[in-house]
C-alpha cells in the first residue's frame, strides 16, 4: 500500500449527510496515527462526523501507534476506540516486554479488538517464523481478554488459515481487514465465521472489480465497512482529490458502491453494517443526530 501518496490534502468538495448519504456508518480500520493526518487530525474527525461515519476503530498495528490510538479514543469517547496489536511487518519488535505491554492495552474499555495482526507474505519485511510466531502470540493473547481479532492476510493465506484454525475455538470472533481475495478465500473464511472487512479497493477497476460480485456473498451481518485510510483512496470519486490520502469522510462512496453490488439500499447496507459492526467488537451505540 505504500504506492499511495498520502500527502494531507483536505478534499475540496466534502461529501455531507444528504437523501444519498447513508447514516450511521463506522469506519472499522483507520490508520488514524499515521503521520499524514498531523496536520488536520481533527478536521478529518470533524469531516467523518459530518459525512454520518460517527464512529471509527483506530487500528494499531505497531507499540507506538497502538498506544497513540488508545490516546485517541480517549479524546473522543464514545466515537473513537482503538485496536492493539503488532502488523507482520514488525513481527521481530514482539518480544516479551512488548506482548505484556499488548496485554495491559488489550485491558482498556477503549480497546475493542487484539491486531492489526497476522501474516504479509507479499512484503517480507519480517522473516516468515517471526510472522507466525507473533501471530500465535497475539491469538493466545485474545483469547485470555475475550476480544476479538483484527486481521490482516497478504500472500500467505494457507499458514494464516491454519494457525487461524488452531486458535478459532477460543477466539471471540474476528474481522478480516481489508478483504481482496477471491473467491475460495471467501468461502474459506465465511465458513470458519469471520466477518469480512471490505475497503475502497473495490472501486478500483484494475485490481478490485472482482469484489463487486464477491460481496453479494457475504452476510449481511458479517460485512463491515473501512477506509484503511490514509490508504486505498477509492479510484472512482469525482471530483478527484487533490492528493490520494484516503479519509473516513470516503465511506459512504464506498458503502454506496458495495450496496449498488449487492441491489441494495445503501441506507440498509449503513443500518446492517453498522449493526454488525457494534456486535463484534461491542461497540456502544451513539445517537448522531446529536453529534455537535
Request: aromatic letters at 6%; glycine letters at 8%; proline letters at 7%.
Amino acid at each position: 500500500m505504500a504506492e499511495n501518496d498520502t500527502t494531507g490534502t483536505a478534499p475540496p468538495a466534502l461529501p455531507g449527510p444528504g437523501p444519498d448519504t447513508p447514516a450511521a456508518l463506522i469506519d472499522i480500520g483507520i490508520n488514524l496515527a499515521h503521520d499524514s493526518y498531523d496536520c488536520d487530525r481533527g478536521s478529518v474527525i470533524a469531516r467523518a462526523e459530518a459525512a454520518g461515519v460517527v464512529q471509527m476503530l483506530v487500528t494499531g498495528s505497531s507499540a507506538a501507534s497502538s498506544r497513540t490510538a488508545l490516546a485517541f479514543a480517549r479524546q473522543h469517547p464514545g466515537r473513537l476506540f482503538a485496536t492493539a496489536g503488532v502488523h507482520p511487518h514488525h513481527a521481530m519488535e514482539l518480544g516479551a516486554a512488548l506482548l505484556t505491554e499488548l496485554g495491559e492495552l488489550t485491558a482498556e474499555r477503549e480497546v475493542l479488538a487484539v491486531g492489526e495482526c497476522g501474516l504479509d507474505y507479499y512484503r517480507n519485511y519480517s522473516p516468515h517464523e517471526a510472522q507466525r510466531e507473533a501471530f500465535h502470540r497475539q491469538l493466545e493473547l485474545a483469547a485470555r481478554c475475550g476480544k476479538p481479532v483484527f486481521l490482516h492476510q497478504r500472500d500467505a493465506h494457507e499458514d494464516f488459515i491454519a494457525i487461524l484454525r488452531e486458535h478459532w475455538p477460543a477466539l471471540a470472533g474476528g474481522v478480516a481487514h481489508c478483504f481482496t481475495g477471491g473467491a475460495a478465500q471467501l468461502e474459506c473464511y465465511l465458513e470458519l465465521g469471520l466477518a469480512i472487512g471490505i475497503t475502497g479497493w473495490i472501486c478500483d477497476e484494475r485490481r478490485g472489480g472482482h469484489l463487486l460480485e464477491l460481496v453479494r456473498r457475504i452476510p449481511a451481518d458479517r460485512l463491515l465497512l473501512e477506509t484503511d485510510g490514509p490508504y486505498l483512496l477509492p479510484r472512482d470519486l469525482r471530483p478527484k482529490p487533490p492528493s490520494r490520502r484516503n479519509e473516513p469522510v470516503y465511506l459512504p462512496h464506498i458503502a454506496a458502491v458495495v450496496a449498488r453490488a449487492r441491489g441494495e439500499a445503501a441506507e440498509a447496507l449503513a443500518k446492517s453494517s453498522t449493526a454488525a459492526a457494534r456486535r463484534l467488537f461491542r461497540m456502544p451505540e451513539i445517537d448522531f443526530r446529536k453529534s455537535s
